[in-house]
């Protein structure tokens, strides 16, 4: 086994330094003219585009309008373009999406409830986006990555940065502010991500060479980049309104684990005979705090139970360069240490290096604990079906990995003893450790809570404020 690279790539994305997971450059907007009537229907897709309705805002339009889509497999065939292939797998996932669960959300739109999707997808649809996903080596179904967030931005000054107010989609469901809010956010959050990468690689590269100053400098700056990546986050409230997810959240729904809308699965007409199941798009797909739990060791707690399956299973909905990335990391910290780096910070006496590997743990469980609190307003307390886009039960699976984040934050609190510090960290590690037993506690009331037959969304949303761990005052 070699030792983590310096960076992964598969010509659109490069992980590493210069540009964490983000795209090596600007996504193409728009298709190239060979493909212009489905650029034609993506443009004119969207529920609201402005002021005038799109398809999406007539029940049945977009099925009609597929009718007319001419069949691209043989172009798509030639492409060899990594970047219009990339392109070309963004309009056709949006198109599937839309085409199968436009019933589903009509329905909603008049009962409140989700409705059947069509388990359907003709052959001008599934024939060339198969192809595609091919090229891609990914699942032939709206993904976070290539599709609906990392590949699916533009900046609206060229020169600005990647600041969510200054993104807009390439293609939209809904085509309100909310939407472009919500998934631009993603974007936002990960123009920070070169630093946290970076810095990943070298506290590895410090460890191996038992450099203590070196460590210290480059934990201290992964957990200033994850402060920095959660004062973005909680922009969420601001970005998209919660009372609004519904006008969207449908159409990134997955077939996998949604029986209630796809049954059996979708058939993809002239590429298989029995029809498919594949997951949705999900906020789960993001590489930062996947990478931070291999890095920091939280993955070592993960109980053995279906929620941790479900997010290893996640790991294969990536692109092939970041599955990669991961198991190199993970396969790095345990050349280092069977326990995870905290244990080889420990066998080096770099008390002050774990000091800012516990202040990492630290905005990890903020970064879950809001995302929970996402659930509980976004979610829990805006709609009556209970599954994630992703397929699995949204009241479970963030509790179950806060849980092995405090788990890992107790054991380097342990190791950390009473060892001396510098005022810097020594400040960081009293302050993490007189706060840990709040945070278990609040868990576990909202826990409580939701276990019963009957619950209120709002009283758990409103714990939060109660243990003064609100993400929105934070």
Same mark, same amino acid.
């Given at each position: 086994?070699? @030792?983590?690279? %310096?960076?992964?790539?598969?010509? *659109?994305?490069? /992980?590493? !330094? &210069?540009?964490?997971?983000? =795209?090596?450059?600007?996504?193409?907007?728009?298709?190239?003219?060979?493909?212009?009537?489905?650029?034609?229907?993506?443009?004119?897709?969207?529920?609201?585009?402005?002021?005038?309705?799109?398809?999406?805002?007539?029940?049945?339009?977009?099925?009609?309008?597929?009718?007319?889509?001419?069949?691209?497999?043989?172009?798509?065939?030639?492409?060899?373009?990594?970047?219009?292939?990339?392109?070309?797998?963004?309009?056709?996932?949006?198109?599937?999406?839309?085409?199968?669960?436009?019933?589903?959300?009509?329905?909603?739109?008049?009962?409140?409830?989700?409705?059947?999707?069509?388990? @359907?997808?003709? %052959?001008?649809?599934?024939?060339? *986006?198969?192809? /595609?996903? !091919? &090229?891609?080596?990914?699942? =032939?179904?709206?993904?976070?990555?290539?599709?609906?967030?990392?590949?699916?931005?533009?900046?609206?000054?060229?020169?600005?940065?990647?600041?969510?107010?200054?993104?807009?989609?390439?293609?939209?469901?809904?085509?309100?502010?909310?939407?472009?809010?919500?998934?631009?956010?993603?974007?936002?959050?990960?123009?920070?991500?070169?630093?946290?990468?970076?810095?990943?690689?070298?506290?590895?590269?410090?460890?191996?060479?038992?450099?203590?100053?070196?460590?210290?400098?480059?934990?201290?700056?992964?957990?200033?980049?994850?402060?920095?990546?959660?004062?973005?986050?909680?922009?969420?409230?601001?970005?998209?309104?919660?009372?609004?997810?519904?006008?969207?959240?449908?159409?990134?729904?997955?077939?996998?684990?949604?029986?209630?809308?796809?049954?059996?699965?979708?058939?993809?007409?002239?590429?298989?005979?029995?029809?498919?199941?594949?997951?949705?798009?999900?906020?789960?797909?993001?590489?930062?705090?996947?990478?931070?739990?291999?890095?920091?060791?939280?993955?070592?707690?993960?109980?053995?139970?279906?929620?941790?399956?479900?997010?290893?299973?996640?790991?294969?909905?990536?692109?092939?360069?970041?599955?990669?990335?991961?198991?190199?990391?993970?396969?790095?910290?345990?050349?280092?240490?069977?326990?995870?780096?905290?244990?080889?910070?420990?066998?080096?006496?770099?008390?002050?290096?774990?000091?800012?590997?516990?202040?990492?743990?630290?905005?990890?469980?903020?970064?879950?604990?809001?995302?929970?609190?996402?659930?509980?307003?976004?979610?829990?307390?805006?709609?009556?079906?209970?599954?994630?886009?992703?397929?699995?039960?949204?009241?479970?699976?963030?509790?179950?990995?806060?849980?092995?984040?405090?788990?890992?934050?107790?054991?380097?609190?342990?190791?950390?003893?009473?060892?001396?510090?510098?005022?810097?960290?020594?400040?960081?590690?009293?302050?993490?450790?007189?706060?840990?037993?709040?945070?278990?506690?609040?868990?576990?009331?909202?826990?409580?809570?939701?276990?019963?037959?009957?619950?209120?969304?709002?009283?758990?949303?409103?714990?939060?404020?109660?243990?003064?761990?609100?993400?929105?005052?934070?």
């Amino acid at each position: 086994m070699g @030792f983590i690279k %310096k960076e992964y790539s598969d010509g *659109f994305f490069n /992980v590493g !330094k &210069k540009n964490g997971f983000l =795209p090596q450059q600007k996504p193409l907007e728009t298709l190239p003219k060979r493909y212009s009537k489905l650029q034609e229907i993506l443009d004119n897709m969207p529920v609201k585009i402005n002021d005038k309705s799109g398809y999406l805002d007539h029940p049945g339009q977009i099925h009609k309008e597929v009718n007319s889509l001419p069949n691209y497999y043989e172009k798509v065939c030639a492409e060899l373009d990594i970047m219009i292939i990339q392109a070309l797998y963004r309009g056709y996932c949006f198109l599937a999406s839309a085409y199968t669960l436009e019933p589903s959300f009509q329905h909603f739109r008049k009962t409140g409830n989700y409705g059947k999707a069509t388990s @359907f997808l003709p %052959k001008q649809i599934a024939q060339p *986006f198969v192809e /595609v996903s !091919k &090229k891609l080596d990914v699942y =032939p179904w709206l993904d976070y990555h290539y599709a609906y967030s990392l590949g699916n931005f533009k900046k609206i000054d060229q020169k600005g940065d990647h600041k969510w107010s200054n993104l807009d989609m390439c293609v939209r469901f809904s085509g309100q502010p909310d939407e472009v809010g919500f998934i631009m956010l993603h974007v936002d959050i990960n123009q920070h991500s070169p630093s946290l990468v970076g810095s990943v690689i070298d506290v590895l590269h410090a460890l191996n060479n038992n450099d203590t100053d070196a460590a210290i400098k480059s934990l201290k700056e992964n957990h200033d980049t994850m402060k920095l990546m959660n004062s973005s986050r909680r922009e969420m409230w601001k970005a998209s309104r919660w009372n609004h997810y519904n006008d969207f959240r449908v159409f990134i729904m997955g077939v996998k684990g949604n029986e209630e809308l796809f049954g059996d699965g979708v058939i993809y007409d002239g590429v298989w005979d029995e029809p498919k199941q594949f997951r949705g798009q999900t906020g789960a797909q993001d590489d930062i705090i996947p990478m931070e739990d291999i890095f920091s060791g939280v993955i070592k707690h993960y109980p053995k139970n279906e929620l941790t399956k479900y997010l290893l299973d996640l790991r294969s909905y990536r692109p092939k360069c970041i599955q990669q990335f991961f198991k190199d990391l993970e396969e790095t910290v345990l050349s280092l240490s069977n326990d995870g780096i905290s244990s080889i910070l420990f066998e080096q006496k770099n008390f002050n290096g774990l000091s800012y590997l516990l202040g990492i743990l630290e905005e990890i469980y903020h970064f879950r604990n809001g995302h929970w609190q996402f659930v509980q307003k976004y979610i829990m307390a805006n709609t009556k079906y209970a599954k994630a886009t992703g397929g699995t039960p949204i009241i479970s699976w963030l509790p179950n990995q806060m849980k092995a984040v405090m788990n890992e934050m107790k054991n380097v609190i342990k190791l950390i003893g009473n060892n001396k510090l510098h005022d810097a960290s020594a400040k960081l590690y009293i302050e993490v450790k007189n706060n840990i037993d709040r945070k278990v506690d609040l868990l576990n009331h909202q826990l409580e809570i939701i276990n019963k037959k009957t619950f209120s969304a709002k009283k758990v949303f409103d714990l939060n404020e109660k243990y003064n761990l609100s993400d929105k005052s934070n």
